[in-house]
């Protein structure tokens, strides 16, 4: 079993930064992949930046040169850096992990940018 806990989202303003963090533990071997998604009030869940099981990483064309993930391989913990925040960026932000092809994810963290 894999849990997952995401923290640091909260209120900025437009331009700001935030930086979230994912937490996973338990039964962590095998990881085929992990990454964050985000879900607007109204649309549908989707991809942030993810590193894919061939070692890359995708990023959606809306984020490309504000946002940038990374990982601590030691501590089982991703991150996410988001830079220049847009009022579009608003929404709650969920990370998951990809472990012996199960995925998991956690409660998801609010990121709110507004003036």
């Known amino acids: 079993q894999v849990q997952v806990v995401e923290s640091g989202g909260g209120l900025v303003q437009p331009g700001g930064s935030l930086r979230l963090s994912c937490a996973a533990s338990?039964?962590?071997?095998?990881?085929?992949?992990m990454g964050w998604y985000r879900q607007a009030p109204g649309k549908e869940r989707e991809l942030v930046a993810r590193?894919?099981?061939?070692?890359?990483?995708n990023y959606a064309d809306s984020v490309k040169g504000r946002f940038l993930i990374s990982r601590d391989n030691a501590k089982n913990t991703l991150y996410l850096q988001m830079n220049s925040l847009k009022p579009e960026d608003t929404a709650v932000y969920y990370c998951?992990?990809?472990?012996?092809?199960?995925?998991?994810w956690g409660q998801g963290t609010q990121v709110t940018v507004s003036s």
């Open positions: 590193f894919t099981s061939g070692g890359g990483i």
């Open positions: 998951n992990w990809v472990v012996r092809y199960l995925n998991y």
């Open positions: 338990g039964s962590i071997f095998n990881v085929i992949s």
